[in-house]
């Protein structure tokens, strides 16, 4: 009970306004052992509007390299990284919101290995088809062909991925096309040549569309030194932002230009980058359906 959040939890509690600058200081210079102790504690004690407050303070300051490396500290289990997240997404269905979003929030500055925890080492989550694969669509190449390094895993993804409805198998084309090249290279050998050919079709001018996209995003990120860190599928979803809202209001010179000294582009290459994917009806129509698609809206989370 003396650690530094039951500390800070008397200062939020004694003071009407919350010492951002405080708070910030405390995540940046805790221990794991101090995080563990202090959210295993909310958890057990069912300290629900402080935990609230908790998670709320932890998504404020993801940007934060000092936090992200507090979260992905190997000292903290799997299980409470897989409560926050299972939290997270009950109280988004419950207050009605979007958990697609609220889980790119919180999953966003996980570390690649601690991902890769959570759907192999967690008691709930690796059992659960559709996160295992939102959280899969998140992962590099490398820790994709890890997880499917074990052939259960393999078998129950690919049952499980062809009982799927078409608007979350495009929401997965959307999020890493590269993972579902992968899954279709393997489900050969776990499905019907029915079942391979009828997904080869009906998904081949998707893939064919997010591979050029994803081509082009590449080619701009060249030309501009420094412009990198977020995922591709955050990089897709604000380009699909900025098409929409170009779409809405035109996209003539000169509105480029006041959109751009209104700070709506981080860039000028941001800037060409979304009038060309706005002047192919290709590209365009593409990225309106990741801006309208949500991963979670018509699937329910049923387990393996």
């Known amino acids: 009970m003396n650690g530094a959040f039951f500390g800070l939890e008397r200062v939020l509690e004694s003071s009407s306004m919350p010492p951002l600058l405080?708070?910030?200081?405390?995540?940046?210079?805790?221990?794991?052992?101090?995080?563990?102790?202090?959210?295993q504690y909310l958890i057990t004690s069912?300290?629900?509007?402080?935990?609230?407050?908790?998670?709320?303070?932890i998504l404020l300051f993801r940007d934060d390299i000092l936090v992200q490396k507090l979260l992905n500290d190997g000292e903290i289990p799997v299980a409470i990284i897989e409560?926050?997240?299972?939290?997270?997404?009950?109280?988004?269905?419950?207050k009605q919101g979007n958990p697609d979003r609220v889980m790119d929030d919180l999953l966003y500055f996980l570390s690649q290995e601690r991902l890769?925890?959570?759907?192999?080492?967690?008691?709930?989550?690796?059992?659960?088809?559709?996160?295992?694969?939102?959280?899969?669509?998140?992962?590099?190449?490398?820790?994709i062909d890890i997880y499917f390094g074990d052939t259960?895993?393999?078998?129950?993804?690919?049952?499980?991925?062809a009982a799927l409805p078409d608007a979350t198998v495009h929401e997965i084309i959307y999020r890493n096309a590269f993972l579902f090249?992968?899954?279709?290279?393997?489900?050969?050998?776990?499905?019907?040549?029915?079942?391979?050919?009828?997904?080869?079709?009906?998904?081949?001018?998707?893939i064919t569309r997010m591979r050029e996209i994803n081509r082009l995003v590449r080619s701009y990120k060249k030309r501009e030194e420094g412009w990198g860190g977020p995922e591709c599928h955050d990089i897709l979803a604000r380009l699909a932002l900025l098409v929409s809202i170009l779409e809405r209001t035109g996209s003539s010179r000169l509105s480029l230009d006041h959109y751009r000294d209104s700070?709506?582009?981080?860039?000028?290459?941001?800037?060409?980058?979304?009038?060309?994917i706005l002047a192919n009806p290709l590209y365009r129509d593409t990225l309106l359906r990741i801006r309208q698609s949500c991963f979670f809206s018509d699937t329910e989370a049923l387990q393996f």
């Open 46 to 57: 069912n300290r629900k509007r402080q935990f609230e407050e908790f998670l709320y303070y």
């Open 152 to 161: 259960g895993r393999v078998d129950r993804i690919i049952r499980a991925f």
């Open 263 to 276: 700070g709506v582009f981080a860039s000028d290459t941001e800037k060409l980058l979304a009038y060309e």
């Open 83 to 94: 409560y926050l997240v299972m939290y997270s997404f009950g109280y988004a269905l419950e």
């Open 22 to 39: 405080e708070v910030r200081k405390v995540f940046a210079t805790a221990t794991p052992a101090e995080f563990a102790d202090y959210t």
């Open 116 to 143: 890769l925890a959570l759907i192999t080492d967690s008691e709930h989550i690796s059992r659960d088809y559709l996160f295992v694969l939102f959280i899969l669509t998140k992962m590099e190449t490398k820790y």
């Open 181 to 206: 090249d992968f899954i279709m290279s393997v489900m050969p050998v776990y499905a019907d040549e029915t079942t391979v050919e009828c997904y080869n079709g009906r998904f081949s001018t998707e």
